[in-house]
């Protein structure tokens, strides 16, 4: 690994009595890396620690070799782009991403030149003067992902950004962060399902209950998910005719009928399941409303490392 | 040290952009304005009955027992505590900017706004309290600025340490600053309107002609600091107030985590 754009040594977070990451240590070089682990793993600690809004209980947390507590400066090279709604509502697109471009040290000019290259980039510019309140979940995401941009970042972090956001607003956030990682900016994305980040990532961080599960390149850990079965659970208006239908496929394990619309489904080939579902799906005339992954699926990875499976 | 002036300017701006829309801000401003027209008609009634209320009735009752503490109250929370609350804070604090910036910015723009809102209040009674000299009416204003600024702090102190500033500091009104301040034995000395209220009114004349009894009972036993004595006072308690909010606004932790 070349030398390391994040490097955590031992690293404790504590909130009263609850262990939110657990003697952490890692490091994190450029690239596209995942921040992978179910709700409450300790994803959003992590990334709480990373860009300075968390102080560690112990333990040494640095970003390109500074304190990003201590060190003010250095939070102007860390982009962040938060999980959840919260934005000032009353500012309209432009503003927003403008007026956080001011406060990352860029004057007023060029924020504005900046916020209108990035909201063109991310085909915000019809929408960059209407009110963030009247933003989709897509749209939203997108102004947060200028603003964390806007300043030309090293490192940056984004908080679940693909989480609710429709397949369009998917791609378009997709398509710009492959653009930054290939500019040499470092990128951490989390999720708290591996698959939704496709092939978009290079390195993968799996956490568990504020701990360090593994790391590695995404091939390694899907390897090891792979070995386990994987749940891909279904709502649909059929659950009993699809699980048959899914069974036929040679990645499919077992179907499991969880009620009157759910259907679980078990693979050991997540993604050629992924691949081929569309087709079984149109084929089939299913109408699949809701498709999950369950967390079980890293619990079981979980087990399987901290149970001799290694 | 300038970068920290540059953030806290920044913030300044940015809080009056953002109460300026806000709810809050149309909630205080329709009490001020309640509050000058009950300062006006108080004036007119009372000089239908033959004895005009003085300048000093009219701002004591107008500012100083109820609407400076309570936009302080407002504002303070809203400068210290509603960008935690609505999560926005991440955004502040995971830019390169000074913190401790961030806080004066917001700090002084509550006590800003705050003091013009008072302000509006002070010059009508001020102008319908008639004949008192216009360096009594600074003077007002000094105590106002002084007041804002000890009442924004100490909000600002309960907003960094309790969950609910609000319920503590509607408590801290109504119950320390109005009904702590009868009890005999001097203990008013430690409710920031007494000193804000010897500020302001010290050497006000108490003639029939320009107050009334209402004046003359409430600031006869208050009217004993001077006023160089309240305005340290009052820019001690600032001080004091202030340091321990910046501390733990500073210590605050953005990111609570999931």
């Given amino acids: 690994m070349n030398e390391p754009i994040i490097e955590l040594k031992r690293v404790t977070k504590r909130y009263k009595s609850v262990l939110a990451l657990n003697d952490v240590s890692l490091e994190i070089g450029p690239g596209i890396t995942g921040l992978i682990g179910p709700n409450a793993a300790g994803k959003t600690t992590f990334l709480g620690l990373v860009t300075g809004l968390l102080k560690p209980s112990t333990g040494l947390v640095r970003v390109l ?10 939070r102007g090279q860390i982009g962040f782009c938060p999980d959840g709604e919260a934005v000032w509502d009353w500012m309209d697109g432009f503003t927003f991403v403008s007026w956080l471009g001011i406060c990352s040290g860029l004057g007023k000019k060029e924020a504005r030149q900046r916020t209108e290259k990035a909201l063109e980039e991310l085909e915000m510019t019809e929408a960059a003067y209407r009110p963030v309140r009247e933003y989709s979940k897509g749209m939203r995401q997108k102004v947060k ?32 962060l492959r653009k930054l990682a290939a500019e040499d900016t470092a990128v951490i994305v989390s999720s708290h399902v591996l698959h939704e ?90 109408d699949v409303t809701e498709m999950a992954n369950p967390d079980a699926n890293l619990e079981a990875v979980f087990r399987y490392l901290v149970e001799g499976g290694k | ?25 149309l ?13 006006i008609l108080t004036h007119y009634a009372m000089a239908n009955q033959g004895v005009p209320p003085g300048y000093g009735a009219l701002m004591y009752a107008g500012c100083f027992s109820f609407l400076l503490p309570f936009t302080a109250l407002f504002y303070a929370i809203a400068a210290i505590s509603d960008e935690f609350e609505t999560g926005t804070a991440v955004y502040l604090f995971s830019r390169p900017l000074q913190r401790h910036g961030i806080f004066i910015g917001r700090w002084l723009s509550a006590v800003l706004t705050v003091f013009v809102l008072v302000s509006v209040v002070n010059i009508t009674a001020w102008i319908s309290g008639g004949d008192v000299g216009f360096s009594f009416l600074l003077r007002g204003e000094a105590a106002i600025f002084l007041g804002a600024a000890a009442y924004v702090s100490l909000f ?7 969950h609910r500033p609000l319920a503590v500091g509607l408590l801290v009104i109504f119950f320390w600053e109005s009904v702590v301040a009868q009890i005999p034995f001097d203990i008013h000395v430690l409710t920031i309107k007494y000193h804000a209220v010897s500020m302001a009114g010290s050497g006000l004349p108490l003639g029939a002609e320009t107050s009334v009894p209402l ?33 733990r606004y500073v210590r605050t932790q953005a990111h609570r985590g999931e």
């Fill in chain 1, 145 to 176: 992902l200028a603003q964390s941009m806007i300043h030309n970042p090293r490192l940056l972090i984004l908080d679940e950004p693909l989480n609710g956001v429709d397949p369009l607003s998917r791609h378009q956030i997709t398509t710009q």
């Fill in chain 1, 197 to 286: 980040l496709g092939d978009l990532v290079d390195e993968v961080v799996l956490l568990l209950r504020g701990r360090l599960l593994a790391s590695g390149s995404v091939s390694s850990i899907r390897d090891l998910m792979d070995e386990h079965p994987h749940t891909v659970r279904f709502t649909c208006d059929d659950p009993r005719r699809l699980g048959s239908t899914l069974l036929k496929e040679a990645s499919v394990v077992s179907s499991e009928i969880r009620s009157d619309d759910i259907v679980d489904i078990r693979t050991r080939a997540p993604v050629e399941l992924y691949s081929r579902l569309p087709e079984v799906i149109a084929s089939g005339q299913f």
């Fill in chain 2, 215 to 247: 004046a003359q009972g409430m600031f006869g036993e208050l009217f004993q600091e001077s006023p160089h004595v309240a305005a340290v006072v009052l820019s001690g308690l600032t001080l004091i107030f202030t340091t321990v909010s910046a501390f």
């Fill in chain 1, 65 to 74: 070799g500074r304190d990003p507590i201590a060190d003010t400066p250095v």
């Fill in chain 2, 156 to 162: 600002a102190v309960i907003s960094s340490i309790t």
């Fill in chain 2, 1 to 25: 040290m300038s970068q920290m002036f540059q953030t806290a300017g920044l913030m300044t701006v940015h809080f009056f952009r953002d109460v300026i829309r806000s709810r809050k801000t």
């Fill in chain 2, 27 to 39: 909630f205080l401003g329709l009490l001020t304005l309640i509050v000058v027209g009950i300062t």
